[in-house]
């Protein structure tokens, strides 16, 4: 039980700066699933880490 709670937290605490960008937007945007892609450094986002040791992202915030 302590273990996933500090996973939670530390998931959490990585990925804070994506999480207080979808606060601030959770009204004015919504999520959007695009074609799979190479992640942008430059952009806040959640990414998945292939079996290739690629990293890449397949959803996209904009703004409605």
Same mark, same amino acid.
């Given at each position: 039980?302590? &273990?996933?709670? &500090?996973?939670?937290?530390? #998931?959490a605490? +990585? /990925?804070?700066?994506?999480? +207080?960008?979808?606060?601030?937007?959770?009204?004015?945007?919504?999520?959007?699933? #695009?074609?799979?892609?190479?992640? +942008?450094?430059? &952009?806040?986002? &959640? @990414?998945?880490? @292939?079996?290739?040791?690629?990293? #890449?992202?397949? /959803?996209?915030? #904009?703004?409605?």
């Amino acid at each position: 039980m302590i &273990l996933v709670a &500090l996973m939670a937290g530390v #998931i959490a605490f +990585d /990925n804070k700066e994506f999480f +207080d960008t979808v606060a601030e937007q959770i009204h004015t945007h919504d999520w959007h699933q #695009i074609h799979c892609r190479q992640v +942008d450094p430059e &952009l806040p986002a &959640l @990414t998945v880490k @292939t079996f290739s040791g690629k990293e #890449i992202v397949c /959803n996209k915030l #904009i703004k409605d």
